[in-house]
């Protein structure tokens, strides 16, 4: 009997984690009293649908695998949710702003070309899960930091094309005007636009992100990993609540998932780090630049931020050689760009983490946020020059 109820409320709570993106795209709607009546037979529905789908499912064919599925569209589920819910949740604090946040993330969500980038990025993510990288025993390590490379740059691309799209599109076709004649300041605009195409690329960035998490336990399956000990409070409630079979199966594949999504999410939070970096400037130039000139600039910069600081070390240690003029010339130059670009390498998830370097959890997440503060400022100072530039541009 426990079993059936574990699994019951395991089907219930996949039902209830749709309800805040259900709330944001507005199927669910409880504001007024005909529509409060609609939505809860709505909800009963979808809960009632979940329990008869997904409870023969997690019944029958429990187990890891089905466990890892259900981890997946649970997580997904929630990424929704919060990427969806944030421009509401901004509303009371920044209502002006927030309006042209959810209306960006609205129309950059339905383009054909957010759904491209996720098929393109989730077809690229199969073929490094199949690809032999013939590393001699190495193989999850590479994948591992590709799979995080291939995430990234989906997202990067995404969020320059959707910025020249977004901002630039609508100062040159009128439309910025027209919404700034109402009592909306440029910056509200440029501010609210920034915030839509950063909630869209956080969207796209952890969906990616859940599908290469779940691609990672199969690479494991694959090279054969030794399996990660349940922790301590699995087995705990196993006993406690006389779980067996399906449910004690699904418990610890739900268990071996969590843990994983803990390992992955600060690499993550450092990929969305470098998007919301290269976004700021993509903001800032498509407010004078149309795309074929912002797109360019981003690229360069782009590769020019992940080199220097390789160059900046290589140059350092040039040995004798360092006190010939070639070499001070470009010391000094690639020293320029160091100090100018951000140093993008700072994001980077590197095989040195993955490596034999004991690196405790508390260690790692020091690093994440101080590379969140270092993004944050480094971020401003772009989008501070685009405001400039954006009050100085005639909207006539």
């Known amino acids: 009997m426990t079993n059936l109820v574990f699994i019951i409320l395991l089907s219930l709570f996949q039902g209830l984690a749709a309800i805040p993106w259900l709330l944001a795209l507005e199927v669910l709607d409880f504001s007024t009293k005909s529509s409060r009546g609609r939505s809860i037979g709505l909800l009963g529905q979808i809960l009632g649908g979940c329990v008869v789908i997904l409870a023969p499912v997690l019944w029958i064919g429990g187990g890891e ?88 740059f989906a997202t990067m691309v995404f969020a320059a094309l959707l910025a020249s799209i977004s901002v630039n599109e609508d100062i040159e076709g009128r ?28 969207l796209l960035l952890f969906v990616l992100g859940t599908i290469f998490q779940l691609f990672l336990l199969f690479r494991q399956g694959i090279e054969r990993m030794d399996p990660v000990p349940d922790p301590a409070w699995v087995a705990s409630a196993i006993d406690r609540f006389n779980l067996g079979g399906s449910a004690e199966s699904l418990l610890k594949g739900l268990a071996g998932w969590l843990a994983l999504t803990a390992e992955v999410l600060p690499s993550l939070v450092l990929c969305l780090c470098q998007v919301s970096i290269i976004t700021a400037i993509s903001v800032a130039l498509a407010t004078r630049f149309p795309m074929m000139v912002t797109l360019p600039v981003i690229a360069t910069i782009f590769f020019l931020a992940h080199l220097a600081p390789v160059l900046v070390s290589t ?26 670009l951000p140093d993008l390498e700072l994001f980077r998830v590197n095989i040195a983490i993955l490596g034999d370097t004991q690196l405790t959890v508390s260690g790692y997440w020091l690093h994440v946020g101080w590379s969140v503060v270092y993004a944050v400022i480094y971020a401003s100072v772009p989008l501070l020059m685009g405001l400039v530039l954006f009050e100085g541009r005639d909207l006539g």
């Open 65 to 152: 695998t089905v466990a890892r599925f259900y981890g997946t569209i649970l997580q997904i589920q929630v990424v929704m949710g919060v990427g969806l819910l944030a421009p509401m949740a901004l509303a009371p604090l920044w209502p002006k702003g927030a309006s042209i946040a959810y209306a960006t993330q609205r129309e950059a969500t339905r383009q054909p070309l957010f759904w491209l980038i996720v098929s393109g990025g989730f077809l690229v993510l199969v073929v490094s899960l199949v690809l032999p990288y013939f590393t001699y025993g190495e193989d999850y390590k590479m994948m591992y930091e590709l799979g995080f490379d291939i995430v990234l």
């Open 175 to 202: 439309t910025a005007l027209t919404i700034i004649s109402k009592p909306l300041s440029r910056r509200d605009f440029l501010l609210g636009k920034l915030a839509g195409i950063e909630l869209s690329g956080f």
């Open 315 to 340: 140059v350092g240690g040039s040995g004798d050689a360092a006190g010939t003029g070639v070499v001070q010339m470009l010391k000094f130059t690639v020293g320029a760009f160091h100090a100018v």
